[in-house]
């Protein structure tokens, strides 16, 4: 049914592609995020303060997110493009990051593989969704988001 639609409307064959450009480019990084001295007192684009270091976390290990740790990387999700493909508990084109945490649950390497995903991007782990692309944060923001996506209440992923 569907490929008899997109044969005989090539308009929304070009809708799709436009949209599926959109998602892309939104999931880039296009805003970048640094972390320098210079860079302390910037701000994203809702305005709050710039996301940098985890404060009173050695790097390797895990601590619970407090309030403020939580507010920042759910900022930081929506100001790098995360939130156009994910969602916390419902899949949009990615997996729901309550499915993430699902996942890896018990998985003692769980923050280290998914800040790399975040940095690198990734395909091929959640069936025939779309490749995450490479994000533009720097580390410290990527572990603040595997943290951030680690912390969501897991949810087991519906069964297809």
Known sequence: MMSRILSRH??????????AASLLAGCSGKETHKTGASDARSSVADGSPAPGPVA?????????????????????????????????????????????????RN?????????????????????????????????EQARLLARWVLSQTPKAPPQD
Do not use: N
């Open 56 to 104: 009173g976390v050695e790097k390797g290990v895990s601590a619970p997110l407090d309030a403020a740790g939580q507010t920042r990387a759910h900022s930081l999700a929506r100001s790098s493009g995360c939130l156009i493909c994910h969602s916390v508990r419902h899949r949009i084109m990615g997996p729901a990051f309550a499915w993430v945490a699902y996942r890896f």
């Open 107 to 139: 998985d003692p390497q769980a923050e280290h593989t998914l800040e790399h995903a975040i940095r690198h991007g990734i395909s091929g782990k959640w069936g025939s969704m779309m490749p995450m692309p490479a994000q533009d944060v720097s580390p």
């Open 10 to 19: 090539p308009a929304v064959r070009l809708l799709l592609a436009a949209g």
